[in-house]
């Protein structure tokens, strides 16, 4: 023996009853799926094409610097403090990275024993498709305390430096070999 089916049809139900924690909680449903589609559009944004070239691109730049310190071999002092700054973007051609002297001064050491610095450059010794040789010069004196007359002896110091893009692009910064004269050092720390 088979039952009938027995289907109602929508006419046949109750209406549901609709109440203010409904309808609030309907709202809330509402404002979190709006707050998630502007996140996911946020996100979108941040990670498009454009967007990551962008920060890709303030990432790639590097700008340290290096100091080094004049001074004596024998005693190990001291004489004064300069430093080398560089700035470099893989964006840019190595042609277009610069370095510069940004501080050189003699110490209260340098000056009570008469060293002077008479000057400094970093000229470019050679530059490739991905990287970029400086030089650092350091030119100093010897002489009467004070009165910077008469020099007794003249110094030449030197520094290499490399600027080199890695295997991702990034600029990198690497301090070379360094030179100075008889009785005379280049530190690197203070």
């Known amino acids: 023996m088979r039952f009938p089916r027995i289907t109602r049809r ?7 009853v609709r109440t203010s ?4 909680g309907r709202a809330r449903s509402i404002a979190r799926f709006s707050t998630a589609v502007a996140g996911f559009s946020l996100l979108a944004a941040t990670f498009s094409p454009a967007a990551s070239a ?16 004049p001074g004596s071999s024998t005693s ?3 004489y004064g403090q300069v430093d080398f700054h560089f700035y470099a973007c893989s964006d840019q051609a190595p042609s277009s990275w610069s370095a510069s002297v940004t501080k050189a001064q003699v110490n209260s050491t340098g000056k009570n024993l008469g060293f002077y610095i008479d000057g400094t450059s970093i000229p470019t010794d050679s530059t490739g498709s991905y990287y970029r040789y400086f030089r650092g010069n350091i030119y100093a004196s010897t002489c009467t305390p004070r009165v910077h007359f008469p020099c007794a002896r003249s110094y030449s110091f030197s520094v290499q430096f490399q600027v080199t893009k890695d295997r991702f692009g990034n600029p990198q910064v690497y301090m070379g070999s360094r030179t100075a004269p008889s009785g005379m050092a280049l530190f690197t720390t203070p």
């Open 76 to 78: 190990k002092l001291r």
């Open 10 to 16: 929508a006419a046949d139900r109750p209406a549901p």
């Open 54 to 69: 962008t920060t890709s691109r303030a990432l790639a730049c590097t700008s340290p610097t290096f100091s080094v310190y």
């Open 21 to 24: 924690a409904d309808r609030s």
